[in-house]
């Protein structure tokens, strides 16, 4: 696999249509709004808080995150999006995380919080974070008013 490396603007084509891929398989919701996913992809590409990894030739995979100190004081690194084409993933997921992780450290985060969408493959998602040595510690629940 290819090694993982920040997006750069130019990018930001590649990684909408990962993000298509993304949205289409989940079943959301709510429709794929491009411009919308694109200034998310921008905003964490240019934001001083925020990362956005890639990963392959054409790339193949993408995660963004953030960090920022919680209200009790320590500071946390969230993954806001994880996406990789199937068929692509294993060491691709495991080159993303360890990138991922690297910056977190950098960056001066005690802890790292991973989410798994219910629509997407959530038992195997759950055990993926496991096995990547993560614990579950919350769940949110949602309602649409």
């Avoid at 398989?25 to 964490?44: I, L, M, S, T």
């Avoid at 068929?87 to 991922?100: I, K, N, S, T, V």
Wanted: glycine content about 6%; proline content about 4%; hydrophobic content about 45%.
């Amino acid at each position: 696999m290819s090694t993982v490396r920040q997006a750069i603007a130019s990018d930001v084509p590649r990684i909408l249509t990962l993000l298509r891929n993304f949205h289409a398989a989940g079943g959301f919701d709510f429709r794929f709004d491009a411009p919308r996913f694109e200034q998310f992809v921008k905003a964490a590409i240019f934001d001083e808080q925020s990362v956005c990894f890639v990963i392959g030739v054409p790339i193949v995979g993408v995660l963004v995150a953030s960090h920022a100190e919680s209200f009790v004081g320590f500071r946390y690194a969230e993954e806001k999006l994880v996406w990789i084409e199937p068929g692509q993933r294993g060491a691709a997921w495991r080159d993303l995380l360890c990138a991922f992780e690297s910056w977190a450290m950098a960056a001066g985060c005690e802890r790292i919080k991973l989410s798994a969408q219910h629509a997407l493959r959530h038992p195997a998602m759950t055990r993926l974070y496991r096995r990547s040595g993560y614990l579950p510690c919350e769940t949110v629940f949602s309602k649409e008013i």
